[in-house]
């Protein structure tokens, strides 16, 4: 079975190699933010495999990885959490994106519309807590209190899929939160 093919991203890539993998219509490229030797923000895209059809094969854009800040925090410290998706992502409209961290207590994680992660493909969630435990993400879907919609850059799949499985949390790991 070929490493690359139209409809999942390519396996020889895994954990935070694969984050910034997203297919588009020409193919599955790379997309990361940096900051140049100026200080100016700087948007790179490295074509990995060119390959047409990817955006008329693949499902919405989905929920594909999750990872965490720190593994270690302690009580009252903000920790970031952020989740990948499957593809490029526009985001428009108003209000927060919540998921659920649970662990001695649920805490719920906020994510901004306006805020994105470091890729077009990555939604950061901030929580605190300051009850000490282990905390992890768990099978939910993301709720929406506002306005927000999440459509794929790639046109032909609009709807992006807040599902997390519990596959995906389970392989982010734990926080463990002490004084």
Do not use: C
């Not at 499902?59 to 009252?76: E, K, Q």
């Not at 993400?137 to 499985?165: F, K, M, R, Y």
């Amino acid at each position: 079975m070929s490493l690359w093919n139209k409809s999942s991203p390519p396996k020889n890539f895994t954990g935070p190699n694969k984050r910034n993998i997203v297919g588009t219509s020409g193919g599955w490229v790379r997309q990361t933010k940096y900051t140049d030797q100026n200080g100016h923000s700087r948007n790179k895209t490295e074509i990995l495999v060119g390959m047409g059809g990817i955006a008329a094969t693949t499902a919405n854009p989905a929920i594909v990885d999750i990872f965490h800040s720190t593994n270690l925090s302690h009580a009252n410290t903000v920790i970031s959490t952020t989740v990948t998706f499957s593809e490029p992502l526009t985001i428009t409209g108003t209000g927060k994106l919540k998921i659920n961290i649970t662990g001695a207590n649920t805490v719920v994680a906020t994510a901004d519309a306006a805020v994105v992660g470091s890729a077009v493909n990555e939604l950061v969630f901030k929580w605190k807590t300051s009850v000490t435990g282990d905390y992890q993400v768990g099978a939910q879907t993301a709720s929406n209190t506002g306005a927000v919609t999440l459509t794929s850059q790639n046109g032909a799949h609009p709807a992006a899929s807040l599902v997390i499985s519990a596959g995906v949390g389970s392989a982010a790991g734990k926080v463990k939160v002490i004084a």
